[in-house]
């Protein structure tokens, strides 16, 4: 009879732990990602509409946003996603935390 209580007692002992254990790992993948705001201008008298996509690679994530010619718009994404042309699929640049606060001209792209 002892040994059993024992028995359980460890397993109960175990499975608690393992669990405190795998609560800390997942909590600590999802600390990992930065969100990044910054802005995109459309490309002025080019007269070009971008459809902007934001993910891991071009076609995955969040699509499509426009930017019409003469307009800013406001993006969030995260550290090491990429920003893409929605129809094309090329990319515009990669997300870093530097990026932050700043503004990308479509001008320069196309």
Known sequence: ????????????????????????RLNDGNAKADRVSFRIKGTGSKGVF????????PGNGACCN???E??????????GDVVYD???????????????GTTIDLSEYY
Do not use: N, Q
């Open 70 to 79: 003469h307009s800013t718009v406001s993006f969030t994404g995260e550290v």
């Open 1 to 24: 009879m002892k040994k059993y209580i024992l028995f359980i007692a460890i397993l109960l002992i175990s499975l608690i732990s393992f669990s405190f254990i795998e609560d800390k």
């Open 66 to 68: 426009g930017v019409s």
């Open 86 to 100: 929605g129809r094309t699929r090329r990319v515009i640049t990669k997300i870093y935390k530097d990026l932050e």
């Open 50 to 57: 971008v459809e902007i996509g934001i993910g891991s690679s």
